[in-house]
């Protein structure tokens, strides 16, 4: 009696290109063809399934299979033809290599591969080269046939708000209603002087909202804006080449005139963000939460009702935000749990500010007098300090080789271990910083910073506050920060809060 014949166990691996291939065969008919290959040629089969570029060797489901071939249980791959594993030749090339290590086959419908055989292996290869000068004559296809589409006007992203996509021509045709709302943002913002933030408030009290259904904000009102679609114009760019502009490509929602109003308007009130800037408020960047050391942001509110309901401007005032609303939106998804410190109206904090540098003003002669006297309990101060800090700098590097050796026993992965370090890494350098200016301290060195001190301090009290940029620099050139912390909102009624000044 004949033995049974074992059957071969493969990893059977369809893709559907992004390019737009009329030869190429969707998944649901490479599965169905792969299948009835592997029933008919005694084949059990795992599929591995996705859609992505040839060019691209990371795609996801391409990694998983790799991964699972490393087991050593599986006797090749199963591929429509060799070109669904990549068209370019040098990822082409790795892949060959790992096959022939793990001594697997190749399997497609027309041929089977054994690349332990020379033979095979430059066939294979020939068949790479022609599937990668197929794959660049096809994309040099499509974008002659984009580009001659974007001579004619065709739009292929997504249609801006007021607009839509002709479903034959692909054209943009004004949608009257939405129209309106483009119109009015132009007029608000070019004729009646509104800024963006008051635009937004104006349109989201009116109940208009964006294509995707949500309010507007300050980003959704800068796009439109900006976008030449409004004057009927279609801009394609493309990579090293010059960007291809189509005047009169479709009918214009707002004049030229009105758009380059807004194009100059936007350059005029363009501001560097806080992160890059300091001089927005008086108080921007000096202002952390003591219990989640995030640095608080400002923002205008209205003081009545009426006043939001009429957008007057005079009426709001300068608000410290709470830390949850004073975070990044990554922040905000990142955070579980909020902070429980509340907002306040800015112009407390800075009086509360302006109040104890008054006070320090008043204690720097004794300061200076306490330095001199006990010149070397000063001295002894810096040494402990210093002493201080080299022991923390010594921690943290045992922190480091903790690190390293958790990484090679398997408890950190690659990026828990970069993270970690990196993180030791930042640590370790402030604290250098700190130990470079407490190199040299002498008396005289201390009394001449806090003589310097106190009279950055005499020329702050002394100026007018009003310029906030101003005010904001000379600021932080007294202060390093100000923690500032409030247990309770002020509905009812002010209540308290207390600040604790850094001085630089």
């Given at each position: 009696m004949l033995a049974k014949k074992l059957k071969k166990l493969v990893v059977v691996y369809v893709?559907?290109?992004?390019?737009?291939?009329?030869?190429?065969?969707?998944?649901?008919?490479?599965?169905?063809?792969?299948?009835?290959?592997?029933?008919?040629?005694?084949?059990?089969?795992?599929?591995?399934?996705?859609?992505?570029s040839s060019e691209d060797w990371n795609r996801p489901k391409l990694k998983e299979m790799l991964r699972e071939l490393e087991r050593g249980i599986y006797d090749g791959v199963l591929v429509t033809d060799q070109d669904r594993l990549t068209r370019d030749r040098t990822d082409f090339g790795l892949f060959v290599r790992f096959m022939k290590a793990k001594s697997l086959m190749l399997f497609t419908l027309n041929k089977t591969y054994n690349f332990l055989n020379d033979d095979d292996i430059f066939y294979t290869g020939i068949q790479s080269e022609?599937?990668?000068?197929?794959?660049?004559?096809?994309?040099?296809?499509?974008?002659?046939g984009r580009i001659q589409s974007v001579k004619k006007g065709t739009?292929?992203?997504?249609?801006?708000?007021?607009?839509?996509?002709?479903?034959?021509?692909?054209?943009?045709?004004?949608?009257?209603?939405?129209?309106?709302?483009?119109?009015?943002?132009?007029?608000?913002?070019?004729n009646k002087g509104y800024n963006q933030t008051e635009i937004c408030e104006h349109l989201n009290l009116l109940g208009y909202t964006t294509n995707e259904g949500k309010p507007f904000t300050t980003r959704s009102t800068s796009i439109i804006l900006r976008n030449v679609a409004y004057i009927g114009i279609v801009r394609y760019e493309l990579e090293n080449e010059e960007p291809?502009?189509?005047?009169?490509?479709?009918?214009?929602?707002?004049?030229?005139?009105?758009f380059n109003k807004a194009q100059l308007n936007l350059a005029q009130n363009r501001k560097v963000p806080q992160t890059c800037q300091r001089g927005v408020y008086s108080l921007s960047r000096l202002l952390v939460c003591p219990k989640c050391n995030q640095t608080l942001s400002f923002c205008m509110k209205y003081n009545k009702r009426s006043a939001r309901k009429s957008l007057i401007k005079d009426e709001r005032e300068l608000y410290v935000l709470n830390c949850f609303a004073s975070k990044s939106t990554k922040g905000k998804r990142e955070t579980a749990v909020k902070c429980t410190n509340y907002g306040v109206k800015a112009s407390r904090v800075e009086a509360a500010i302006f109040a104890q540098l008054k006070l320090k003003l008043d204690m720097i002669d004794n300061?200076?007098?306490?330095?001199?006297?006990?010149?070397?309990?000063?001295?002894?101060?810096?040494?402990?300090?210093?002493?201080?800090?080299?022991?923390r700098l010594s921690a943290l590097d045992e922190q480091k080789k903790r690190v390293q050796n958790g990484y090679k026993n398997g408890i950190y992965n690659d990026e828990e271990a970069a993270e970690e370090i990196e993180s030791i890494r930042r640590q370790q350098g402030t604290i250098k910083q700190e130990l470079k200016t407490l190199e040299g301290a002498t008396v005289k060195a201390e009394v001449d910073r806090i003589q310097e001190t106190k009279e950055k301090i005499e020329h702050l009290l002394?100026?007018?506050?009003?310029?906030?940029?101003?005010?904001?620099?000379?600021?932080?050139?007294?202060?390093?920060?100000?923690?500032?912390?409030?247990?309770?909102?002020?509905?009812?009624?002010?209540?308290?809060f207390e600040i604790l000044i850094e001085y630089n």
């Open positions: 893709r559907k290109s992004r390019l737009k291939d009329v030869d190429a065969i969707e998944i649901d008919r490479q599965i169905e063809l792969l299948t009835d290959y592997a029933n008919s040629n005694n084949m059990e089969y795992v599929i591995f399934s996705e859609e992505g022609m599937d990668n000068h197929f794959m660049r004559m096809t994309k040099r296809k499509l974008l002659r739009f292929f992203s997504i249609a801006p708000i007021g607009y839509e996509k002709d479903e034959f021509t692909k054209k943009l045709v004004p949608n009257e209603k939405r129209a309106a709302v483009v119109r009015s943002i132009y007029d608000l913002y070019v291809i502009h189509v005047i009169d490509a479709h009918p214009a929602l707002i004049d030229e005139d009105t300061e200076i007098e306490t330095i001199i006297r006990g010149d070397n309990s000063y001295i002894n101060e810096v040494e402990q300090k210093q002493m201080s800090l080299s022991n002394s100026r007018d506050t009003s310029n906030q940029t101003k005010t904001n620099k000379l600021l932080s050139e007294v202060i390093d920060k100000v923690y500032y912390w409030k247990e309770k909102n002020d509905v009812g009624g002010e209540k308290p």
